[in-house]
């Protein structure tokens, strides 16, 4: 089972970056698929979920209208589009795929400075 994060780097700002989760190992459609981040010295916490067909999804607050969860089942991946990046928005985003298992990817640092 291995779930991969990419796409994460040093951005400005208001920028924007698209962070991709590739699974393998495991029926990836039938698990519900979330990001978390981790910012120094903080717990980790939910930025946002996404059902098993991609129409249930939720988003932490401080994260609305920022940013879009999506799947596509048929390549195993989902993503994470973030913009309008804010300095507080820098962490370590997570993957994770829950259902009969839960596992976890290795992480991917998103970094928002000027």
């Known amino acids: 089972v291995q779930l991969v994060e990419s796409g994460g780097g040093l951005v400005q700002p208001g920028g924007s970056l698209r962070l991709s989760c590739l699974a393998s190992?495991?029926?990836?459609?039938?698990?519900?698929m979330s990001w978390y981040r981790q910012a120094p010295g903080k717990e980790r916490e939910l930025v946002a979920r996404i059902n098993r067909a991609g129409q249930g999804i939720n988003y932490a607050d401080s994260v609305k209208g920022r940013f879009t969860i999506s799947r596509d089942n048929a390549k195993n991946t989902v993503y994470l589009q973030m913009n309008s990046l804010k300095v507080e928005d820098t962490a370590v985003y997570y993957c994770s795929a829950v259902w009969t298992s839960n596992y976890w990817g290795q992480g991917t640092q998103v970094t928002v400075s000027s």
């Open positions: 190992g495991f029926t990836f459609s039938s698990y519900i």
